[in-house]
């Protein structure tokens, strides 16, 4: 089984609708963490969590919340979905300096 | 300005080749640097880690960090069409960051 999962893989959706991407982890790691990938712009991280407890915003946070229901889940929503958030977005956990990542998510935001 | 730049490609080479894949950046505290692979609908994953200046070498891959010139670089030697990837850089100021910094990506094809 993968260490870090996340659903659904893929997700078509309208604009002004609310969506969650959830992930799971059996890596028994404390930091967990959101980013969503766009061509050319790399990896951008959206909010990351050190524990169930602590939760601080990344670099584009804005029009995106998280919920840190255990230590091996963390949850993205969008409260109300615009399509420039159409994207790839990936859930990783972290041990030291690397990072194991989910295999994404695909979202379209219509 | 990024704080990582990193050509995009993509990089298109024989089966057998050297690749060369290259990041500069800007910010002089990154200590740690790492190359990521990212196969098609796949997640990243980390493929080498090195720390401040000088080489690594693990088996095909060697990579090379000049902290003088802000340049970092994964060479990849008897290529194969395996190795066809989206290569990642990326790196951060602390051994524990709670935050790491990634380039765009270099999309790579080895040609059989």
């Known amino acids: 089984d993968a260490d870090v999962t996340q659903t659904p893989r893929n997700r078509i959706t309208k604009t002004g609708k609310r969506i969650m991407l959830e992930c799971s982890q059996t890596k028994g790691h404390d930091r967990m963490y959101w980013y969503r990938q766009d061509p050319g712009l790399g990896l951008r991280l959206i909010y990351y969590s050190f524990d169930v407890k602590d939760i601080n915003k990344g670099e584009i946070s804005d029009g995106y919340s998280v919920s840190r229901q255990a230590q091996a889940k963390f949850s993205l929503s969008l409260e109300s979905a615009i399509p420039n958030q159409t994207a790839l977005y990936f859930c990783?956990?972290?041990?030291?300096?690397?990072?194991?990542f989910g295999p994404g998510t695909r979202l379209t935001v219509l | 300005q990024k704080e990582v730049e990193q050509d995009p490609g993509p990089l298109s080479v024989p089966e057998g080749a050297i690749v060369s894949l290259n990041c500069t950046y800007s910010n002089s505290a990154f200590q740690y640097f790492m190359w990521y692979r990212q196969y098609s609908r796949k997640g990243p994953e980390l493929l080498m880690y090195?720390?401040?200046?000088g080489n690594k070498e693990d088996g095909r891959f060697t990579a090379q960090v000049d902290k003088s010139s802000k340049y970092i670089s994964l060479f990849i030697r008897d290529s194969q069409p395996s190795d066809s990837a989206t290569y990642l850089c990326?790196?951060?100021?602390?051994?524990?960051?709670?935050?790491?910094?990634f380039g765009s990506g270099t999309r790579l094809s080895i040609r059989p």
């Open positions: 990783a956990t972290t041990s030291g300096n690397e990072q194991f």
């Open positions: 990326a790196m951060s100021v602390e051994s524990s960051a709670s935050k790491i910094i």
């Open positions: 090195t720390y401040s200046s």
